[in-house]
């Protein structure tokens, strides 16, 4: 499955593994990982694109859409991991500025 979660036993950090092509096939499935997800209380959230080969520009927007859900300047969420293409695509995107990258 090219897109997992992984909530932490305390359920303040969710890890979302992206594996393969981030792009729009994936997008019910990306969202469902962070969809109902508890936000109160700090939650902090990993996008880890390790296994990522290819990102477009929906997934851009999906990324926009998910920093949105999960409380805009206030959420929580880092980018990690990513390859030197795809960290080229995001830094272009200037999401160094809404996202932690790691």
Same mark, same amino acid.
């Given at each position: +499955? ?9 359920? =303040?950090?969710?890890?979302? =593994? ?8 994936? /997008? *019910? ?7 109902? %997800? =508890?936000?109160?209380?700090?939650? =902090?959230?990993?996008?880890? +694109? !390790? ?7 929906? %997934?851009?927007?999906?990324?926009? +859409?998910?920093?949105?859900?999960? !409380? ?15 960290? *080229? ?6 999401? /160094?500025?809404?996202?932690? +990258?790691?």
């Amino acid at each position: +499955m090219p897109v997992t979660s992984e909530v932490s036993e305390d359920g =303040k950090m969710t890890t979302i =593994k992206i594996g393969g092509r981030f792009d729009f096939a994936v /997008q *019910n499935e990306f969202r469902d990982c962070y969809y109902n %997800a =508890k936000t109160d209380g700090g939650a =902090k959230f990993i996008i880890d +694109m !390790g296994g990522a080969n290819y990102m477009d520009s929906s %997934a851009l927007g999906m990324l926009l +859409m998910m920093r949105e859900y999960l !409380g805009g300047n206030t959420a929580d969420i880092s980018i990690e991991n990513s390859s030197p293409d795809i960290k *080229n695509i995001l830094t272009v995107a200037n999401f /160094q500025s809404l996202f932690h +990258m790691v």
